[in-house]
């Protein structure tokens, strides 16, 4: 039998989830070279991201839970795919009644820029620099994981 060519895989069983922020736990699965990553996020009722804007487009697939964004009233359910075209403006919201962990993969071309309440910016997040917060993050738990994929 032929070797996959082009072809590459995580095992999500051997990424452990972290917590990185408060009530978000992640698993980093592939960086991009273009800023890029793919990551799923495990985020518990009631959490809330920081305002962010898409710099490529975005692809979420949820599990399970359910999530939003504040500035519109369209709410996600698990079995739900979402796209975001780049440039998007929007904070995500798990809502306080969800029953468990809402967890969803996302696929983040270009990365996403982290937004103040004035909508100026922050900080620039890309593949590495999240993955670079799961890893000290799991150092800090006292775990390790796999590198992600790379392209």
């Known amino acids: 039998m032929a070797e996959l060519e082009g072809?590459?895989?995580?095992?999500?069983?051997?990424?452990?989830?972290?917590?990185?922020?408060?009530?978000?736990?992640?698993k980093v699965l592939r960086i991009a070279s273009d800023g890029g990553f793919s990551m799923m996020v495990r985020c518990q009722p009631g959490f809330e991201l920081f305002t962010h804007r898409h710099l490529g487009d975005v692809h979420a697939h949820t599990i399970s839970g359910r999530w939003r964004?504040?500035?519109?009233?369209?709410?996600?359910?698990?079995s739900s795919y979402v796209y975001e075209e780049a440039d998007s403006v929007h904070t995500l919201k798990i809502p306080d009644d969800v029953e468990g962990p809402t967890v969803v993969l996302f696929v983040?071309?270009?990365?996403?820029?982290?937004?103040?309440?004035?909508?100026?910016?922050?900080?620039?997040?890309?593949?590495?620099?999240?993955?670079?917060h799961y890893r000290a993050a799991l150092e800090e738990a006292g775990m390790s994981a796999p590198p992600p994929l790379r392209d």
Do not use: R
């Open 7 to 26: 072809v590459k895989q995580a095992v999500l069983g051997a990424y452990p989830w972290v917590e990185v922020l408060e009530g978000m736990e992640i």
């Open 108 to 132: 983040v071309d270009k990365g996403q820029e982290i937004l103040d309440e004035d909508g100026e910016l922050i900080s620039v997040e890309t593949g590495e620099t999240i993955d670079g």
């Open 69 to 78: 964004y504040l500035e519109y009233d369209e709410v996600f359910e698990a």
